[in-house]
């Protein structure tokens, strides 16, 4: 079975600084891992993801994260925090591929403020 | 062109109403998904089809009825809702079995059950 685990529930940065925001996942299978982003009211945008291959990976945004399967860490990472990165972030993890797909196991997410 | 499209917006309906949502996409993806998210929580996965063909049920009541009419069309047919099922219900889509690949989401319908 697969979970996730946000660390942080709320994380305020100031504008320019750095962005953290730490994912945690379990998984009995080589996981598959992936952010997205919601802004309120809307849907949710696939920042970056994980397969295989390069552990350091670059999404949209300016965002990246690094898959280190000895620590089960995905964190998301952000050098410079702007105003419209203010947003709700979800971490989820695909382990075993179905038939039909994949099924996303979703963490509880964190809410991102940026001060300015 | 990485769209999913959701009519309508917004819905408000009656616990005795019948409505349905919609989903749209063509990106050719064989695999579609209903989520269901309440304030401040993360998406829960209700039905998955893939191939036009109901894979996933989560044990999802009844008075919520999913369809695929063809590989770029999906609804969600609502009928005697409770005001507990008030909530951003989200469609997505990816590509068919066999690969990790990741879920693109539409804008989601508002539904508020009076």
């Known amino acids: 079975a697969q979970s996730v685990t946000q660390l942080g529930s709320h994380v305020s940065v100031s504008e320019g600084a750095l962005v953290l925001l730490r994912c945690n996942y379990s998984?009995?299978?080589?996981?598959?891992l992936f952010w997205y982003v919601q802004y309120p009211n809307q849907g949710l945008q696939l920042l970056l993801k994980?397969?295989?291959?390069?552990?350091l990976v670059k999404g949209i945004n300016g965002f990246e994260a690094e898959f280190k399967k000895s620590e089960t860490s995905f964190h998301l990472t952000k050098p410079s925090a702007h105003m419209s990165d203010a947003a709700e972030y979800f971490c989820?993890?695909?382990?075993?591929?179905?038939?039909?797909?994949?099924?996303?196991?979703f963490g509880a997410g964190t809410i991102l403020r940026v001060k300015s | 062109d990485t769209e999913v499209t959701q009519t309508p917006k917004h819905l408000v309906m009656g616990m005795t109403n019948k409505k349905s949502l919609k989903c749209e996409q063509h990106?050719?993806?064989?695999?579609m998904y209903w989520y269901k998210q309440k304030a401040k929580k993360p998406p829960e996965l209700m039905f998955v089809?893939?191939?036009?063909?109901?894979?996933i049920n989560e044990s999802v009541p009844s008075r919520f009825s999913p369809e695929c009419p063809n590989s770029s069309l999906l609804n969600l047919h609502l009928h005697a809702l409770q005001p507990e099922d008030s909530a951003l219900y989200l469609c997505?889509?990816?590509?068919?079995?066999?690969?990790?690949?990741?879920?693109?989401f539409g804008p989601g319908t508002r539904l508020t059950v009076t």
């Open positions: 989820a993890v695909s382990g075993v591929l179905m038939e039909y797909g994949n099924k996303l196991v």
């Open positions: 998984s009995s299978v080589p996981p598959y």
């Open positions: 089809y893939s191939y036009e063909k109901l894979s």
């Open positions: 997505a889509s990816s590509q068919g079995k066999g690969n990790p690949y990741e879920q693109y």
């Open positions: 994980y397969t295989t291959g390069a552990t």
């Open positions: 990106m050719g993806h064989r695999a």
